[in-house]
């Protein structure tokens, strides 16, 4: 009677080991879709960055040393040029800068209607101003590079914006 009851008890373990071998693994797809869903397509995980901003400690003073390279760089080549000449009545503009994931870094004038007439003209002194603007590596998301978008307002006329 021993050697049956190890019978039956080896035929419950081979069937429940069974149930274990037959569940559903998740197909490829599946896997692929929920590990997208789960990745935070609004933020990268390093934020572009310059040279100069290398030796910052962590990840957030990289970020505030670049964002601060980048404003003080664009307002030094557009605050004492034509811009600020021509259109003596503005002294902040927008510009909408692009990191793209090759290194290669546009630029982009946010004008508002009121100043839409000098739009052409605004966005080719921009252009030409920026034109050798320093290396800027692109911004990382899972190591991998990406491209990054975001606004910045630079004053055009800092003297004018010191007199008030």
Known sequence: MGNRNI????????LAS??????????KDELLEKELKSINWEEVDEWPS???CDS?????????????????????????????VLYPEFDTIAVKVIVNANSVVE??????DSISYSAKSIDSIIQARLADFPKVNPALKRGLP??????????????KRRRR
């Open 56 to 84: 910052a400690a962590d990840k957030e003073a990289r970020k505030v040393c670049f964002f601060e390279f980048l404003t003080q760089n664009i307002q030094q080549r557009l605050e004492s040029d034509t811009l600020a």
């Open 146 to 159: 990406v491209k990054t978008q975001f606004e910045l307002p630079v004053i055009l006329n800092v003297e």
């Open 107 to 112: 630029f982009q004038p946010r004008l508002t």
């Open 18 to 27: 069974c149930q274990l071998i037959d569940r559903q693994v998740p197909s």
């Open 7 to 14: 019978i039956y008890l080896l035929l419950l373990f081979l």
């Open 50 to 52: 310059v040279s100069a």
